[in-house]
């Protein structure tokens, strides 16, 4: 438990500095921005409770917004994912239920439900993001656009750390 | 009540989710007032701190244009010298000169933080309340117009980029001294590009003319170049041009700027709140 504990916050201060010192950086032609740091609500285990995960995604997206001068939008964004999470975790439920101990990754859980639930999530927290930064209607297809395409990219990355995950957790 | 007290607990997750909204988006709105975003941006100190570090290490890769840069500058610093200049004739009639007195003070700034590619761009420079920054000061480099002071910590500030949907600049013609406000089209989300609007469709255009600060605002000295026209249009019907114009600042490799405190801008802008 006190393992697990300062596992996660050391994976909270890793996901917050890329995002803030590597990945803010990182632009083309103005519409693809990933946020990696969602992953940390993605990966946090199952018997965590659901409070206490809207709890960690408001000072996740407070610390977020320090870096990039956004104060509120990343905030809203991520407390929203943090409480569809709660959501989405019953809907793709696997008939036995969750082991009380296991994470969700893709290495426990399989890619295709990995995939399935990141993916709602990481879209529905962009989509969010994206709308409250343009904050009007007129060019909703605009801001669709650069939320989808932002999705795939922070998905990439995302598949491309759980990679790293497997290999270490195969070799063992 | 009981049956009231029952219901928040039944639904406390949500109670929970409403709340945290509720305060991340009244953080929102603050941010978007113009004066009380102190709370959370870019000067908070230990972000700053951090910011700081990091940019005295990638300083490092742009010294070679930055020293660049600066030559070109002290060159013509240097050939504006009273030393440089020779007397027409031999012999002048000394005046004493007393119709000149300092309008604005400059003094320079590093950048230490810079985004290009939000809706809402702030840059955060290394100087700050302790270096008699305040509020509402203009920012420039060599190249031209970078922005306005927006708040002030102790030892940093965070500056209003040009790059930013509500920041709206008081231009004109250098020739014709027609004058517009410079604005940013933030969905075209481009670091290069600007629009100039308020021209009136009987002025003549060519693309390459330049446009400098007005000076109207108190907060930019006059003729300080913002950039040039890009392409210009005047749709059926319509009394003003649409008019795009490249920034001459490369808002891309921002490094070094100054800080433009205009001596006279409370005067001005004191008269004018008498108008009122």
Known sequence: ?172 | MRNFIRFLTKNAFIFLFLFLELISFIFLMKNNNYQSSKFLNSSNFLVGNLFETISNVTDYLNLKTENEILRVQNAKLLSANKNSFTKVFGTTVQINDTSYFQKYIYSAAKVINNSTNQRENYITIDKGAINGIKQGMAVINSDGVVGIVKNVSTNFSSVISLLHQKNSISGKFKDSNYYGSVVWDSDKNQYNTALLKEIPNHVKLNIGDSIITSGFSSIFPEGILIGTIKSYDLPKGNNFYDIEINLSVDFKKLSHVYIVKSLLKEEQTQLEKLNQ
């Open chain 1, 1 to 172: 438990m006190l393992i697990d504990g300062i596992k996660y916050s050391f994976y909270f201060l890793i996901l917050v500095l890329a995002q803030g010192l590597l990945l803010n950086n990182i632009e083309f032609s103005g519409y693809i921005n990933p946020y990696i740091y969602v992953l940390f609500i993605l990966i946090l285990p199952f018997n965590t409770s659901k409070y206490l995960v809207l709890i960690l995604a408001f000072i996740l997206g407070l610390s977020i917004d320090a870096f990039s001068s956004t104060a509120g939008m990343h905030t809203s964004a991520t407390v929203f994912m943090g409480f569809l999470r709660n959501y989405v975790l019953k809907l793709i439920e696997p008939c036995d239920g969750y082991e009380v101990s296991s994470k969700p990754l893709a290495e426990e859980m399989g890619i295709q439900w990995f995939a399935t639930y990141s993916t709602i999530l990481v879209l529905s927290h962009h989509l969010f993001l994206f709308s409250i930064e343009s904050f009007k209607f007129s060019q909703f297809f605009t801001t669709l656009g650069r939320a989808i395409i932002s999705c795939i990219f922070t998905l990439l990355l995302i598949f491309i750390v759980q990679l790293f995950n497997y290999k270490k957790a195969s070799r063992r």
